[in-house]
């Protein structure tokens, strides 16, 4: 009797070194009750040393193990064509001094690029402009553009990165974590075609 097993490739699996990967860790399956406990314990593959952080795993192999644990399967195979397994190595903690001295490194840079821009574009001789068009009074310090202006510097970039410290402001997405994910994505690309062996071969290979 025909057996269809539909399956839908994960894009990207964490796993732990030495772990075993089955076909429930990487894949949605759908597929007849009397065969989805067989398919669910499918060992696709072992994590060993020799495995750097990055493994990816081919849709045309787990149709291969499909086929010779279950005869007469139709395979209908939906969504990506591959698995990325990233294996979580163990990391340093980062020491507190060095996260100190990065954070003062990126407050200090960022109130330099910003001071710079300001000046560049000559800010102070526009608001002491602005100031005597409006008051008639010339003022070096013009305090009253001055203060809301960079309380408003500093509410525009928490609305424009959406988030307050690791709090969300809405659901929607920051321009830097869109940028993120279209770099993760191009990521993932350049791994599924240069460590999938099944997507490179060689003529003089017998």
Known sequence: ?????????????????????????????????????????LKVYQITERDKNIIVIDVMKI???????IEDAEIQTIGPAQTIIEVILKKKQMSKPLFILIWFLLFFGSAMAIMNFHDD??????????????????????WIFQIPYSIGLGLGM???????????INEEPSPLEVEMFNYQLDLDNYVIIHENKESMKDTDDD
């Open 1 to 41: 009797m025909e057996k269809t097993v539909y399956i839908r490739m994960r894009n990207r699996v964490l796993a732990k070194p030495e772990e075993s990967i089955y076909l429930m860790d990487i894949a949605q399956i759908i597929a007849p009750e009397s065969v989805i406990p067989e398919l669910k314990e």
């Open 63 to 69: 149709i291969r193990l499909i086929s010779g644990l």
């Open 121 to 142: 574009v000559s800010m102070r001789s526009v608001q002491e402009k602005m100031y005597r068009i409006i008051t008639g009074v010339e003022d070096s310090k013009p």
């Open 158 to 168: 928490i609305l424009f990165f959406n988030h307050v410290f690791q709090k969300r």
